[in-house]
């Protein structure tokens, strides 16, 4: 098993079986960034925000930079109600 099999099956809607492959790969290698990212885009698309965070958090300790990475926890931390535009214009 391995990430083209789990990127094949996100693909198919495969929710649960690509997250049993990735969480295979993440438990071996826990800095594999296209795994955690994977995990987070399903996490995210089944409305897990919080584990959508931490994975996306783990990569940012791994990448910094990495974008996917930034917009996703800004992306969920939207649809969690982080960010109220009238906390800081009140």
């Known amino acids: 098993m391995d990430i083209t099999e789990a990127k094949k099956l996100f693909e ?6 690509a997250t049993v492959i990735l969480n ?6 826990s ?3 296209q795994a955690l990212l994977l995990r987070a885009r399903i996490y995210y698309k089944t409305q897990r925000w919080g584990d959508a965070i931490n994975d996306y958090c ?3 300790e791994i990448e910094p930079e990495n974008q996917e990475a930034k917009s996703g926890i800004e992306m969920a931390e939207n649809i ?5 535009p009238d906390m800081f214009n009140p």
């Open 31 to 33: 800095s594999e960034i």
């Open 24 to 29: 295979e790969l993440i438990s071996v290698n």
């Open 12 to 17: 198919q809607n495969e929710l649960n079986g």
């Open 80 to 84: 969690l109600g982080y960010f109220t």
């Open 58 to 60: 783990s990569v940012l």
